[in-house]
T-cell receptor, first 112, second 111 residues
Framework: EAGVVQSPRYKIIEKKQPVAFWCNPI?????LYWYLQNLGQGPELLIR????????DSQLPKDRFSAERLKGVDSTLKIQPAELGDSAVYLC??????????FGPGTRLTVL | QKEVEQNSGPLSVPEGAIASLNCTYS??????FFWYRQYSGKSPELIMF????GDKEDGRFTAQLNKASQYVSLLIRDSQPSDSATYLC???????????FGTGTQLKVEL
């Protein structure tokens, strides 16, 4: 069974530019998560989807970040405009049960 | 107080020894506890979960949970150099499905 797929794996952009990350969860997993991980820190939840519905987006900086999960499968996380402090690894995870989450390989974003 | 606390390490153990990784959490209502392993440059990989007080063993790994003390630990027996990684403790908090991570403990297994 394929795991969580993310693309791109690496992205380098200049500040103020937009950027988008894509995630395809494990088949059958209704819950999808986007996390941000800074160096030396644990992942921090940005948003959680149950099917198409964003049920927890309290930590998503809505002035510049947006996310969508059309048809309850794939998801896209967007940043516009990017800032230097957005440089981090963006992780997507999915789960079938309420708790056991499986992570994708992540997208390493560098903002110059 | 952080919701999930871990010593950042590094924790160095000789090959073949037992590595003991510790984690405390603040939400007394937490019910689900996880250990993830993260190699440098890679994403977290689930290695153990535990829901009940006591010990849970899986191969060389043993998770220990003490809800009264709000304490979770991971023991790795017969440590191998391939166990060298950062170990993240994670707890379901907020009475729901939010998984909160600690900052991780870096483990180094030395030859």
């Amino acid at each position: 069974e394929a795991g969580v797929v993310q693309s791109p794996r690496y992205k380098i952009i200049e500040k103020k530019q937009p950027v988008a990350f894509w995630c395809n969860p494990i088949s059958g997993h209704n819950t999808l998560y986007w996390y941000l991980q800074n160096l030396g820190q644990g992942p921090e939840l940005l948003i959680r989807y149950e099917n198409e519905e964003a049920v927890d987006d309290s930590q998503l900086p809505k002035d510049r970040f947006s996310a969508e999960r059309l048809k309850g499968v794939d998801s896209t996380l967007k940043i516009q405009p990017a800032e230097l402090g957005d440089s981090a690894v963006y992780l997507c995870a999915s789960s079938f049960t309420a708790d056991t989450q499986y992570f994708g390989p992540g997208t390493r974003l560098t903002v110059l | 107080q952080k919701e999930v606390e871990q010593n950042s390490g590094p924790l160095s153990v000789p090959e073949g020894a037992i590595a003991s990784l510790n984690c405390t959490y603040s939400d007394r209502g937490s019910q689900s506890f996880f250990w993830y392993r993260q190699y440098s440059g890679k994403s977290p990989e689930l290695i153990m979960f535990i829901y009940s007080n006591g010990d849970k063993e899986d191969g060389r790994f043993t998770a220990q949970l003490n809800k009264a003390s709000q304490y979770v630990s991971l023991l790795i027996r017969d440590s191998q150099p391939s166990d060298s990684a950062t170990y993240l403790c994670a707890v379901i908090t907020g009475g729901g499905n939010k998984l909160t991570f600690g900052t991780g403990t870096q483990l180094k297994v030395e030859l």
